[in-house]
């Protein structure tokens, strides 16, 4: 299996802008979940997507943010009005079946000035 | 509710020293747990996993771990560290539940010096 792809790896960008991150799931994996990771701290979770329905969204999900899987394979995440607070690396994973683990892209690091 | 809290936000050991990075869990339902690791720059890679089955471990590039129910405890070991091994490393927790997020303790720094 190719593993799972994010895009872009790296993004600056000024405070109030509208940024788009892309995540591919490795090949024919129905779940996928995003993540952000701030400095210091694990990963903290989202949104999971199975299939091209999203399930589950944490409260940390704000109203600027929002995720689509418009075809069950792909998926990305907009922030909106993007604030320095939202400075992380963005973490996509994925799973497929019975499985327990999830597999982790190399994240988006999202740098707002 | 879930919740992982890893002792120690850093350990430092000499290569060819133990390992023994610490994670314990609290779960109201019966947990399976993960130990991840990462390097600079890259995303999480899977250690080794505990899901009900046996209670001891074993994953990738030397790592164990061993589940103690009565200690809520699953802490990470190797018996000689190299110094590949400097990395980051999470502790994390979920349920038996297909969907169900993984909960990730803060993390533990180590580093191994020569």
């Known amino acids: 299996d190719t593993g799972v792809s994010q895009d872009p790896r790296h993004k600056i960008t000024k405070r109030g802008q509208n940024v788009t991150f892309r995540c591919d799931p490795i090949s024919e994996h129905n779940r996928l979940y995003w993540y952000r990771q701030t400095l210091g701290q694990g990963p903290e979770f989202l949104t999971y997507?199975?299939?091209?329905?999203?399930?589950?969204k944490s409260r940390l999900l704000s109203d600027r943010f929002s995720a689509e899987r418009p075809k069950g394979s792909f998926s990305t995440l907009e922030i909106q009005r993007t604030e320095q607070g939202d400075s992380a690396m963005y973490l996509c994973?994925?799973?497929?079946?019975?499985?327990?683990?999830?597999?982790f892209g190399p994240g988006t690091r999202l740098t707002v000035t | 509710a879930q919740s992982v809290t890893q002792l120690g936000s850093h350990v430092s050991v000499s290569e060819g020293a133990l390992v023994l990075l610490r994670c314990n869990y609290s779960?109201?339902?019966?947990?399976?747990l993960f130990w991840y690791v990462q390097y600079p720059n890259q995303g999480l890679q899977l250690l080794l996993k505990?899901?009900?089955?046996?209670?001891l471990v074993k994953g990738i590039n030397g790592f164990e771990a061993e589940f103690k129910k009565s200690e809520t405890s699953f802490h990470l070991t190797k018996p000689s560290a190299h110094m590949s091994d400097a990395a980051e490393y999470f502790c994390a927790v979920s349920t038996n539940q297909a969907g169900t997020a993984l909960i990730f303790g803060k993390g533990t720094t180590l580093s191994v010096s020569s």
């Open positions: 779960s109201s339902v019966p947990p399976y």
């Open positions: 997507f199975q299939n091209e329905a999203q399930l589950e």
């Open positions: 505990y899901t009900s089955a046996a209670t």
């Open positions: 994973a994925s799973t497929s079946g019975s499985r327990s683990e999830q597999y």
